[in-house]
């Protein structure tokens, strides 16, 4: 895989912001704000770490990625089609939020493949990447042998301050730690905005404090705009803790690049308008057009279909060797896969 330069990063993380200011702007509903904060550790994690097929959805040992902050889902439908993923073109981006259509207001595993899970209820999303992480230790403990590993994904997920508010988020937490779910990763975007305005007014806990003491791995980066290879560098570092799940504060500005709204609780569920569009767009330095994608951005990004192929063909591999070396296993994982 060719590694990025700086500005070709920076260049990757604008193009998820510029879509979802387009189509926000485009269907006159939406929720702008986060993924204009969170690209930068969309694109980190997608780029750097995720490992998935794009060609292939249902891979089954690719990692997961769940959206737990659902209402910011132009950062998945972004991604889904900037990595390569048929199922969401940029005619799917231009009628985000219509009756129909396969990029509605939250993301649906039903309607769109390459959605691991539907969220959108604030704690819903961390609560099924627990349960999916769940599903991972299991079925690893049940059928890895020490020569052979047919089931080893990471389960990732984008939560925000709403997702941390609620009970069920905190109930699945506690029970993460307490299983010691090392292949569980989330990313916790700090930005200090709720729908209602700043979190001071009702929410000043030490979120890390509190997984700390269920159990995870904690971390911060402190620059969540602009430091991508710090969040790398992070989700590095949480990779290697195997006996713990790992929650990544990464503290952004909610809307970055706006110079009007960013940081506000006006830009989280607003459009920008045509007005703020075109200042972000030159605050950014962003030259393109409307759902227009510069084809750098496109060719880093793609490297992901050569890549998934690569790693599934490498798991069809592993598999016809564990289907050798242990058929009684194998017959069972396989008709397990089958459904």
């Not at 070709?8 to 979802?20: E, K, W």
């Not at 950062?75 to 990595?83: E, V």
């Not at 591999?317 to 058929?327: E, F, G, I, T, V």
């Amino acid at each position: 895989m060719a590694a990025a330069t700086a500005s070709l990063d920076t260049l990757c993380v604008n193009s998820i912001r510029m879509l979802a200011v387009d189509a926000v702007n485009k269907s006159n509903s939406g929720h702008p704000g986060l993924p204009m904060g969170c690209a930068p550790m969309g694109y980190a994690l997608w780029d750097k770490f995720l490992k998935h097929n794009p060609k292939n959805p249902k891979w089954f040992n690719r990692d997961r990625f769940v959206l737990s902050a659902g209402h910011g889902c132009m950062l998945q439908y972004a991604l889904l089609h900037l990595t390569g993923y048929d199922s969401v073109t940029i005619d799917d981006i231009k009628q985000f939020r219509q009756w129909g259509s396969k990029t509605p207001g939250h993301p649906e595993t039903f309607e769109t493949p390459g959605i691991e899970v539907t969220t959108g209820p604030l704690g819903a999303g961390i609560s099924n990447a627990v349960g999916l992480a769940i599903a991972e230790s299991h079925l690893g403990a049940k059928f890895n042998k020490a020569d052979a590993k047919v089931v080893d994904h990471f389960t990732y997920v984008i939560m925000g301050d709403g997702c941390n508010q609620e009970g069920v988020a905190s109930e699945a937490a506690s029970l993460a730690g307490h299983l010691k779910l090392g292949k569980l990763i989330a990313l916790y975007d700090d930005n200090h905005i709720t729908i209602d305005g700043r979190t001071d007014v009702s929410f000043t806990e030490d979120v890390l404090k509190r997984y700390e003491a269920y159990g995870w791995h904690v971390q911060h980066v402190a620059d969540g705009d602009t430091d991508v290879n710090a969040i790398a560098k992070a989700i590095e570092a949480a990779k290697a803790v195997t006996n713990k799940p790992s929650i990544i504060k990464v503290t952004t500005t909610i809307g970055y690049g706006s110079p009007n709204k960013s940081d506000t609780a006006g830009v989280h569920g607003a459009p920008l308008g045509e007005e703020e569009a075109e200042l972000t767009r030159k605050q950014l330095g962003w030259t393109h057009g409307p759902f227009e994608i510069p084809q750098e951005a496109y060719d880093q990004y793609r490297q992901a279909v050569e890549r998934g192929a690569s790693q599934e063909a490498e798991w069809n591999q592993a598999l016809a060797s564990y289907r050798s070396k242990y058929p009684t296993e194998s017959a069972e994982f396989e008709r397990m896969l089958r459904g």
